[in-house]
């Protein structure tokens, strides 16, 4: 099993910048690190955790949450295992745990169910 650590959350003011980040290690039997989807999500007090944005292993492709479109930049490093993610401009509502998360191949990334590994989360709180 991929065991995944978040760090990198804390306090910052709204149009302040963060990058958290998300260190990979082991593996899922039948999978190696190279051939998975690599996804934040974040979840706010009293609300559901949603997708905030996805990438691939060759980091040929990326998705985004409509409402940090723009801001926020999904990347990997695979030479340190590391997930990482740029948001830029954060507002109050960026406010929420983040976890990152992994899933093998093929099938949608923006459902929570399809992802089988989990961090344990990291805190960003935007003042306002």
């Known amino acids: 099993q991929v065991q995944l650590v978040e760090s990198g959350g804390g306090l910052v003011q709204a149009g302040d910048s963060l990058r958290i980040s998300c260190a990979a290690s082991?593996?899922?039997?039948?999978?190696?690190?190279?051939?998975?989807?690599w996804a934040w999500f974040r979840q706010a007090p009293g609300k559901e955790r949603e997708f905030v944005a996805a990438i691939n292993s060759p980091g040929s492709s990326t998705y985004y949450l409509d409402s940090v479109k723009g801001r926020f930049t999904i990347s990997r490093d695979p030479a340190k295992n590391t997930l990482y993610l740029q948001m830029n401009s954060l507002k109050p509502e960026d406010t929420a745990a983040y976890y990152c998360a992994t899933k093998g191949f093929p099938g949608s990334v923006y459902p929570i169910s399809a992802y089988d590994s989990w961090g344990q989360g990291t805190q960003v709180t935007v003042s306002s």
């Open positions: 082991g593996r899922t039997p039948g999978r190696t690190l190279s051939n998975n989807y």
